[in-house]
């Protein structure tokens, strides 16, 4: 420990320390701009200058490190000198205008001018003016403001993980842009608008809409993702205006997806369903709750008293809170039927009669950052959980941990990685195998029994590498991503992924898909003794469903099969936020539901932190909170426990006494025996399908900003050159794709980043649906 | 006095700047020495810190000791660069050096390579003088096909990889850690220091920086001996050192001399002030350096602590010479205007600053200033230095506060009037080029 005097302050500080440090300790507030806490240091602003003993000039605080038994003075005349003649030169090219600045009330530049900034300028000369740069459709600039505290540029080198962004020119025209003929499209791309202290960078959606000190602030927690980021919605008028990161160290830190930030433009989207709506004929009406409950529940009750229980099925979204699972799996059960599930996008549930427990991450957030190496199984982690792959680069970047990958899909992740086996999907479970089988060798540890006779002889060279960086790790992880979850024979990867955990003593986990993922079996929204999974409700159809805020033809691992089955059904009763033309083909009743800022909810998320909320804002229109629109459903149908008067209530019916269900998150699964896969037919093509990032769920699918980035561009079919040429297709080149669903016709994207023989295109998008289920075979042909 | 030749010696001949011929001239003797004698590298630093020789390039920090500075046993790359950015107005011996004698930059840095355990190195060249570059890759291709550089030199186990690097003309990149940026392929922008390169440099490798004339010295230092160097000057201001003179002279060019020697010499080897007229004002040190004025200056000895003494600074020798048809305000205009193109943007003061340095000059300039820009370029130029990242801001900042300390009736004649204290008939003449018969 370091000893230093701040103001006549003494304070201890740790080895390595800077005076920026020191002072936060002492709770003495230096001003900066360029400093953060998050970002490397570039000393550039000046603004930090202060007075240090025995110094000759003022030093940079957030520069300096800290000696023993320094002084340091951050507000004596040297110091302050220094502090205005910095902020001085600031104000010289910056437009004093801000009352027409949308970053005005909250920007730093301006509350830093109040104390540091002259009345009068000293500078008559004309102001530098640049032209304002299109950063796509989150970001706007207004270049004329920007104080070159690079912020921006080293987030997205350092946290981003790919420089976008640059100061191009010397001297007072030195100014920030990307480079030529490139766009910003991380996935993290919004951070810059927060990181930027003056009105340079400002939020393109929310531009003008408000001021801060109009806007009412609400926690709140991210629908999207399994990481829970939290958030703080900022609401004017009853109407949520934008979303902002909730600093929370053990989650998000101080950062937001751009899905998180700007998934709100959905909620007030022309396509919110705002009335129950009842289907007569082909046409539909609006109509009350208290018509249409009373109806709902009749249907209900009719069919399953000439149908029986079993005749009814519940379909959720994992994007759905914990009371409103828990309520609708009790409202099932009430009803007689074990058939409810949440994992609508999984085709192999083999795991759920041998899984010791809930499936998590394995781990927390924050022991990422100590890892030496991780396997991540089938994944799109850049994409899927962009804030989870921002921890994993970080440390990679930052700690030398040692990323592999096992799956068809090598994507840029913008982070340093160790191993990409790349391989279809047919031989993802051989590749794990292989892995076990070279940790087994490495470590001399011996294959469990049963695994014994499957493991193979042959082993690649890459598995021989990923095994040898998961034994050597002190801290190792193997993760399973949404590609291996959603896999035909997902249990199986399961099975060799704690296997190769067991061998190399690494922790293992899921990484999720959505805000519940975990949620969903401690609120017991899985299928019970008997029931069918969600692939079974739709292979077997019902008679009856109740969909709750799932679109059934994105949201399933086969939308062809699922828009079927529910056509076919007699009654189906969909709880959704949203209306769409699928919803109208196969519902009877849409129940309007409040999404995730006008509900109370709780999310569990992957690494099994409770998080609730409350609403940000009242329900729009005749919306209600799910919870409340199946507990009245409850009372209708006079099923016993319905009586929760809090959203609280229903939360910890859910997950027990006080909350405490760690001791069920467990990933062990018993042996699951080898599904005989029908080997794939020679030089057919296989599918690997991608849920991107805007289209995940019915919220961010209808987020119209978000929509015009690159990351929701219309599919396309992509597929590695050697694949092409041996279709005899050309990049750009239109074909027609045959899944088992039906065909689509799609333009050919040439993509090294695949296994050969693999054709890659995009789930969750009106275009793909009629292709059928996310994997097996495609036939592709040049039109 | 006269000249004392090191570096310029025996470069009147033919195609001086080829092997044979330095090698005629006694050239890599010394680095041949030291491989045959296997010399530790204690008795070389040892021997430079004796000579005094401090850094050419305008800050004139102690070779040897900086050559101390760099760690023993660091696991890895080490790093050697030599600056030839040669930027600064004024300025323009390093450009000679590599022209005609291109291989003494070679042995120096073999022989700083040895003793600092540098495995690889670069010479940053000024972008602007690319004919200078190309001569110093065919130098390079010569001492590679001769086995001074390489693996396992003249059949020792010393090894060194030795580049040229062209930079595009940013005066930045003479700034080291800019320079070092820069050969990284990033913007020539200074890093903010503490950690110095010696613990952080090149690629985030200990890497030491010193000049192209630093380095030209060493391999006489080495075969005079570091004492006998340094008797050539005066104490603390160690040996020879080329004077780049310019302006109103009548024979500008580089000189050689020892430290120490009087300004009054110097300006008489240049050929003295052309056409008879007064010596005004001269800039000692390149243009960053603050101007002295005619009486101060011809006190002075042309050494660090003389020229410190009179306010000023040696910097990288660049003497400057301005007779009374000069304009002193025109001068700093001028002046200003650079440090206002080069300053980088990185940091605050100096982006912001410079600019505003300049474009109050040149009101003054044109007879558009106002009674409080005196005042007014004092307070700026005072926020400016010492409060940035780099160096750049002191350089752009100690000329005006050094012309309007000295020169502040012009400045306010200009200001009141409108018009030149010196007349613009007067400063034509003087602006005329002249070339002096020698050169």
């Not at chain 1, 740790?14 to 002072?23: C, I, L, N």
């Not at chain 1, 009350?288 to 009373?294: D, F, H, M, Y």
Request: with cysteine; aromatic share 6%.
């Amino acid at each position: 420990m370091l000893d230093i005097e701040i103001d006549g302050k003494a304070v201890q500080v740790p080895e390595g320390s800077t005076v920026m440090d020191a002072a936060t300790l002492a709770g003495i507030t230096i001003p900066h701009f360029c400093y953060h806490k998050k970002l490397s240091i570039a000393a550039s602003c000046r603004m930090c200058l202060v007075q240090v003993e025995k110094a000759p000039k003022p030093l940079p605080a957030c520069a300096t490190p800290v000696t023993n038994g320094m002084k340091v003075w951050t507000r004596s005349k040297v110091a302050l000198q220094a502090q205005k003649g910095v902020m001085e030169f600031l104000l010289i090219n910056h437009p004093l205008d801000c009352p027409v600045c949308d970053q005005g009330g909250e920007c730093l530049l301006q509350d830093l001018a109040v104390g540091y900034g002259g009345a009068h300028a000293r500078y008559q000369e004309e102001k530098r003016v640049f032209v304002n740069k299109n950063y796509g459709p989150l970001i706007a600039s207004e270049s004329s403001r920007c104080i070159n505290c690079t912020r921006c540029v080293r987030f997205t080198a350092e946290i981003g993980g790919e420089m976008e962004l640059g100061q191009a020119f010397r001297g007072d025209h030195a100014e920030i842009m990307t480079f030529l003929g490139r766009a910003v499209d991380s996935e993290l791309s919004g951070n810059v608008i927060d990181l930027c202290p003056v009105g340079a960078l400002t939020s393109k959606p929310f531009r003008y809409s408000a001021r801060t000190w109009e806007l009412s602030r609400r926690r709140s927690v991210s629908p999207h993702d399994s990481l829970g980021t939290n958030l703080i919605v900022q609401t004017k008028n009853d109407v949520v205006k934008r979303v902002l990161p909730l600093n929370n160290d053990q989650l998000n830190e101080c950062w937001l997806a751009d899905r998180d930030r700007f998934s709100y433009e959905a909620l007030t989207g022309e396509q919110r369903l705002l009335q129950p709506m009842m289907r007569n004929g082909e046409d539909w009406h609006s109509e009350s709750w208290q018509k249409v409950l009373p109806f709902v529940s009749s249907a209900l009750r009719a069919v399953v008293s000439e149908q029986g229980g079993q005749a009814l099925g519940a379909l959720a979204s994992p994007h759905s809170t914990i009371e409103e699972l828990y309520l609708l799996q009790k409202l099932v059960r009430g009803l007689g039927s074990e058939n409810v599930d949440f994992r609508l996008r999984r085709h192999d549930f083999r795991s759920d009669a041998v899984r010791a427990g809930v499936p998590w991450l394995g781990m927390t957030v924050v022991d990422v950052h100590d890892l030496d190496s991780i396997l991540i199984i089938g994944s799109f982690l850049r994409k899927d959980a962009p804030l989870l792959a921002q921890k994993v680069r970080h440390s990679a970047m930052r700690h030398g941990l040692q990323v592999c990958t096992v799956g068809p899909n090598a994507e840029d992740w913008r982070m340093p990685m160790a191993t990409r086996a790349l391989v279809p999907p047919s031989e993802m479970v051989d590749t794990l195998a292989a892995v076990a089988a070279a940790l087994a060798m490495k470590t001399g540890k011996a294959l469990s029994e049963t695994l014994e006779a499957r493991a193979p002889t042959e082993i690649s060279d890459d598995a021989r590498a990923i095994a040898q960086s998961l034994a050597d790790g002190e801290k190792a992880a193997v993760w399973l991503g949404n590609l291996a979850e959603q896999h035909p024979r997902a249990a199986e990867l399961h099975l060799w992924a704690q296997e190769i955990a067991r061998l190399s003593g690494a922790s293992f986990g899921f990484v999720g898909e959505a805000a519940n993922s975990v949620g969903g079996y401690l609120a017991n929204a899985v299928p019970g003794d008997g029931g069918l999974d969600a692939r079974s409700m739709i292979e077997s159809p019902r008679h009856a469903y109740l969909l709750l805020g799932a679109e059934p033809d994105l949201d399933f691992a086969d939308g062809v099969a699922a828009m079927e089955a529910m056509n076919r059904a007699r009654l189906v009763v969909a709880i959704s936020a949203f209306d769409s033309p699928a919803l109208r083909q196969v519902a009877d009743v849409l129940l309007p539901l409040a999404p995730f800022t006008e509900t109370p909810g709780t999310f569990v998320n992957c690494i099994g932190d409770t998080q609730s909320f409350e609403a940000s804002t009242h329900s729009r229109g005749d919306s209600r909170p799910g919870w409340k629109i199946l507990r009245v459903l409850g009372n209708l149908l006079e099923l016993p426990g319905f009586d929760q008067d809090h959203f609280e209530s229903a939360r910890d019916e859910a997950l027990g006494d006080g909350g405490d269900f760690r001791a069920r998150l467990n990933n062990a699964i018993g042996n699951v025996p080898v599904a005989t896969p029908s080997e794939p037919r020679a030089g057919s093509l296989q599918r690997v399908a991608d849920v991107p990032v805007y289209f995940a769920d019915p919220l961010v699918r209808r987020a119209p900003s978000l929509q015009k980035t690159a990351d929701a561009a219309q599919p396309v079919a992509r597929m590695p050159s050697v694949t092409m040429a041996a279709l005899g297709v050309q990049p750009s080149d239109r074909v027609r794709v045959t899944g088992t669903g039906g065909a689509v016709e799609l333009q050919v994207v040439a993509d090294e980043n695949l296994a050969p023989g693999c054709v890659r295109i995009a789930a969750a998008h009106v275009s793909t649906v009629p292709l059928g289920p996310l994997h097996g075979e495609l036939s592709v042909e040049r039109l | 006095m006269s000249e004392h030749r090191l570096i310029l010696a025996g470069l009147d001949g033919d195609r001086t700047w080829r092997l044979q011929d330095y090698v005629a001239r006694g050239g890599y003797e010394a680095f041949r020495k030291i491989i045959a004698e296997k010399t530790p590298p204690d008795v070389i630093i040892a021997e430079l810190k004796a000579s005094d020789l401090r850094g050419r390039g305008g800050a004139g920090f102690p070779t040897g000791l900086k050559w101390s500075f760099m760690p023993r046993s660091f696991p890895g790359d080490k790093y050697l660069a030599c600056n030839s950015d040669e930027g600064e107005p004024g300025t323009f011996k390093d450009r000679d050096i590599l022209r005609y004698n291109p291989h003494t930059v070679i042995e120096g840095m073999l022989i700083g390579a040895y003793a600092m355990g540098c495995t690889r190195g670069y010479n940053y060249i000024h972008g602007e003088i690319f004919e200078v570059y190309l001569r110093f890759e065919e130098a390079l291709d010569e001492a590679r096909a001769a086995g001074l550089l390489g693996q396992n030199i003249l059949g020792s186990d010393f090894s060194f990889e030795l580049f040229a690097h062209h930079g595009f003309g940013a005066y930045i990149c003479g700034e080291e850690t800019a320079l070092l940026e820069s050969i990284e392929g990033k913007k020539g922008q200074p890093r903010f220091k503490p950690p110095f390169p010696a613990s952080y440099g090149l690629y985030g490798k200990p890497t030491t920086v010193n000049n192209t004339e630093t380095f030209a010295s060493v391999p006489f230092i080495m075969k005079m001996g570091g004492k006998a160097f340094q008797g050539l000057g005066k104490p603390n201001n160690g040996g020879a050192k080329l004077f780049s003179v310019s302006g109103h002279v009548r024979k500008p060019g580089n000189y050689e001399l020892e430290l120490g020697t009087p300004f009054s010499e110097l300006l008489s080897m240049a050929g003295g002030m052309r056409a008879g007229r007064k010596l005004k004002a001269v800039i000692p040190g390149g243009s960053s350096a603050p101007v002295v004025p005619a009486d101060i200056m011809m006190d002075c000895t042309m050494d660090f602590d003389s020229i410190a003494k009179a306010g000023s600074m040696l910097g990288s020798g660049a003497v400057i010479v301005m007779d009374e048809t000069t304009c002193m305000v025109r001068a700093l205009e001028r002046l200003s205007r650079f440090y206002h193109e080069e300053s980088c943007g990185q940091c605050t003061p100096c982006r912001e600053g410079t600019g505003w340095l300049y474009r109050v000059v040149h009101r003054i300039e044109v007879g558009i200033g106002r009674p409080e820009d005196l005042d007014l370029l004092r307070s700026v130029a005072g926020n400016i230095s010492g409060r940035t990242v780099c160096a750049l801001g002191d350089a752009a900042a100690g000329p005006v506060q050094s012309f309007v300390k000295h020169f502040a009736d012009e400045f306010e004649y200009h200001i009141e009037n409108k018009k030149c204290l010196v007349p613009p008939a007067v400063q034509d003449t003087g602006s005329q080029i002249y070339v002096s018969q020698s050169c």
